[in-house]
């Protein structure tokens, strides 16, 4: 279930139109990724931005305010460590992510807390099918 579909969708319309950013000479030397880094120098081509070089990061090629910081999903991502933190959670636009601090004890209690609150966890690893496990057994 996806939910802010039409601010996904005005996220991804900014983003095609977004440069791929590079680093600068990448594409000169094979020692050097194309992963992005600021172009530093006094005379650097790129920083000045000169015709026929890369475009550089700026703020104008963010996307739109509302859609920042949602997951792919729809839902707001937030980190959760215990079940406090949990429990200011709206399910209806909210899900959790469990940190990745927190240990397995904690961890079960969370997830449970979530699946009965009606919060989806976007990190539950393999404990959402044994939490489904231990349901059946004790209907039986």
Do not use: C
């Not at 440069?19 to 992005?36: C, G, H, I």
């Not at 729809?74 to 636009?93: F, Q």
């Not at 979530?114 to 496990?133: D, F, R, S, Y």
């Amino acid at each position: 279930m996806v939910i802010n579909e039409e601010l996904l969708a005005a996220r991804k319309k900014v983003a095609q139109k977004r440069p791929n950013f590079v680093r600068q000479e990448s594409w000169r030397y094979d020692r050097l990724a194309e992963k992005w880094r600021k172009p530093k120098g006094k005379d650097n081509k790129m920083r000045k931005q000169f015709s026929g070089m890369p475009a550089i990061v700026k703020v104008g090629y963010r996307g739109p305010r509302a859609a920042r910081g949602l997951h792919p999903s729809g839902y707001r991502d937030n980190v959760i460590h215990n079940l406090a933190e949990l429990s200011n959670l709206d399910p209806k636009y909210d899900a959790a992510r469990i940190g990745h601090t927190v240990g397995k004890k904690k961890r079960i209690e969370i997830v449970s807390k979530a699946v009965e609150l009606g919060i989806k966890v976007l990190n539950p690893g393999k404990l959402i099918p044994k939490m489904q496990e231990e349901k059946e057994k004790k209907t039986e």
